[in-house]
C-alpha cells in the first residue's frame, strides 16, 4: 500500500529564516506530486506540482520554491521566509485522476 | 472565479442523523472529477469519496454518498448515521483536464452532538 510522509510535522521559524520541508511516498512509481498550503480556517491553495523528476509548476508566485530530486521525493524550499509563509503545508501525491491523497502536513509558524 | 463553493460554513447534526453538505462548481470542461475531503482537528486530509463527471451513477462509500446532478453543478455530500467522530471540516474539490490539479472549497464544519 502506499504511505506518505512528511517533515517536520511542526516547525517554528523566525522571519528571514530558510525553509526545507521534506515529502516522500511509498508504494508507488513515478506520482504527481503536490503542495498545497491552507491557512487557518481556510481551504487549500495549490502551491506547486510536479509529474515528474525535475519538473516544477508553480501556481501562485511567492518566495517559496519546490524541488523534485528523486521520483518519491518532493521538497519546499525557501531562502527568507515571510511572516506571512505561516500555515499548515501539505503533500499530496496522485496517480491518475481518481485520488490525491495527502500526508500529514507541517505546521509552520513563522515568527 | 470561484471554482468551487461551499455555502454552509458549519452545520450542527444529531447524532445518528443524516446530514448533507452542498458544493456547487463552476467549469467548462466535459471531463471533470469531484471529491471530498474530510479533516479532522488533527489536520490530515482525509479522502472520502470520488465523483467522474461521466459517471452515471451517484458514488458511495459506505455512509457517504455523491448526489451529483450535473446539470445545477452540484455534488452534495450525504453522510448517514452521523457518529461523534465524524465531526470535522468537509472540503469538496474539483479536478480538471488536463492534470490533475484540485481546486477546493472553503468547507464545512461539522459538529455531531450526541
Known amino acids: 500500500s502506499q504511505t506518505i510522509h512528511q517533515w517536520p510535522a511542526t516547525l517554528v521559524q523566525p522571519v528571514g529564516s530558510p525553509l526545507s520541508l521534506e515529502c516522500t511516498v511509498e508504494?508507488?512509481?513515478?506520482?504527481?506530486l503536490y503542495w498545497y498550503r491552507q491557512a487557518a480556517g481556510r481551504g487549500l491553495q495549490l502551491l506547486f506540482y510536479?509529474?515528474?523528476?525535475?519538473?516544477i509548476s508553480s501556481e501562485v508566485p511567492q518566495n517559496l520554491s519546490a524541488s523534485r530530486p528523486q521520483d518519491r521525493q518532493f521538497i519546499l524550499s525557501s531562502k527568507k521566509l515571510l511572516l506571512s509563509d505561516s500555515g499548515f503545508y501539505l503533500c499530496?501525491?496522485?496517480?491518475?485522476?481518481?485520488?490525491?491523497?495527502f500526508g500529514p502536513g507541517t505546521r509552520l509558524t513563522v515568527l | 472565479a470561484q471554482k468551487i463553493t461551499q455555502t454552509q460554513p458549519g452545520m450542527f447534526v444529531q447524532e445518528k442523523e443524516a446530514v448533507t453538505l452542498d458544493c456547487t462548481y463552476d467549469?467548462?470542461?466535459?471531463?471533470?472529477?469531484l471529491f471530498w475531503y474530510k479533516q479532522p482537528s488533527s489536520g490530515e486530509m482525509i479522502f472520502l469519496i470520488y465523483?467522474?463527471?461521466?459517471?452515471?451513477q451517484n458514488a458511495t462509500e459506505g455512509r457517504y454518498s455523491l448526489n451529483f446532478q450535473k446539470a445545477r453543478k452540484s455534488a452534495n455530500l450525504v453522510i448517514s448515521a452521523s457518529q461523534l467522530g465524524d465531526s470535522a471540516m468537509y472540503f469538496c474539490?474539483?479536478?480538471?483536464?488536463?492534470?490533475?490539479?484540485?481546486?477546493f472549497g472553503a468547507g464545512t464544519t461539522v459538529t455531531v452532538r450526541a
Open positions: 499530496a501525491w496522485s496517480a491518475g485522476g481518481r485520488g490525491k491523497f
Open positions: 467549469t467548462s470542461d466535459q471531463s471533470y472529477g
Open positions: 508504494g508507488t512509481s513515478n506520482p504527481n
Open positions: 474539490a474539483m479536478r480538471e483536464s488536463p492534470d490533475y490539479k484540485l481546486s
Open positions: 465523483q467522474g463527471s461521466y459517471d452515471e
Open positions: 510536479s509529474v515528474g523528476i525535475g519538473q
